[in-house]
């Protein structure tokens, strides 16, 4: 029996990738989970285990953004990513980097921004926000930080048109780890650059 060639096309998790694309695009699904699994019962594969990863349906959004939303996607990510700036600028003290799918340039109209900041002092941002007298919402959020899992306070800010901005707090020396690349986390100077 012969292996299956290593590039071979799989159409099915193609065409998956490119419904959920669809999906999140036109009708403002945020979750790639979700669009995955709508996307598979509208195809009929309801029970498959073989969704394409969120990184392949990140390039289907990307591609389908280019064909099908050229005119009114840049003013919709542009808008966005002066949103996160704005907000950027105002969390400086805490070193602010930008996240996720306004970063990624796969954000449409119903998207979230979502930063990371870092602080030694879990509550520094919490009273920050408190002292300029900032709407919120706080919770926790598990994340991964030298090693092991974590919970980390997270904050929801409404940004001026409406958008939610996501904000998890993470220790000092998360912000020296590494992990950080430019295409993925983007801090003030960078995004400044994105926008000329």
């Given at each position: 029996?012969?292996?299956?060639?290593?590039?071979?096309r799989?159409?099915?998790?193609?065409?998956?990738?490119?419904?959920?694309?669809?999906?999140?695009?036109?009708?403002?699904?945020?979750?790639?989970?979700?669009?995955?699994?709508?996307?598979?019962?509208?195809?009929?594969?309801?029970?498959?285990?073989?969704?394409?990863?969120?990184?392949?349906?990140?390039?289907?959004?990307?591609?389908?953004?280019?064909?099908?939303?050229?005119?009114?996607?840049?003013?919709?990510?542009y808008?966005?990513?002066e949103?996160?700036?704005?907000?950027?600028?105002?969390?400086?003290?805490?070193?602010?980097?930008?996240?996720?799918s306004?970063?990624?340039?796969?954000a449409?109209?119903?998207?979230?921004?979502?930063l990371?900041?870092?602080?030694d002092?879990?509550k520094a941002?919490?009273l920050?926000l408190?002292?300029?007298?900032?709407?919120?919402?706080?919770?926790?959020?598990?994340?991964?930080v030298?090693?092991h899992?974590?919970?980390?306070?997270?904050?929801?800010?409404?940004?001026?048109?409406?958008?939610?901005?996501?904000?998890?707090?993470?220790?000092?020396?998360?912000?020296?780890g590494?992990?950080?690349?430019?295409?993925?986390?983007?801090?003030?100077?960078?995004?400044?650059e994105?926008?000329?």
């Open positions: 029996m012969s292996k299956p060639h290593p590039m071979r799989d159409l099915m998790r193609e065409q998956l990738a490119h419904l959920s694309a669809r999906l999140i695009a036109e009708d403002g699904i945020t979750d790639f989970a979700f669009a995955k699994r709508k996307a598979a019962k509208q195809l009929g594969a309801a029970d498959t285990q073989h969704l394409p990863s969120n990184h392949e349906v990140e390039e289907a959004l990307h591609s389908y953004r280019a064909l099908f939303q050229h005119e009114s996607h840049p003013n919709v990510l808008q966005l990513r949103e996160a700036l704005s907000a950027m600028r105002m969390l400086e003290p805490y070193n602010p980097y930008l996240t996720g306004v970063l990624s340039g796969t449409g109209e119903n998207s979230d921004i979502n990371m900041l870092f602080s002092d879990t941002v919490l920050f408190l002292k300029n007298n900032i709407e919120f919402e706080d919770g926790e959020w598990k994340v991964r030298g090693g899992e974590e919970n980390v306070p997270s904050y929801t800010l409404t940004g001026e048109s409406g958008t939610q901005i996501h904000i998890i707090v993470l220790p000092e020396n998360a912000r020296h590494g992990s950080r690349h430019p295409e993925t986390h983007a801090d003030i100077a960078a995004l400044e994105l926008l000329t």
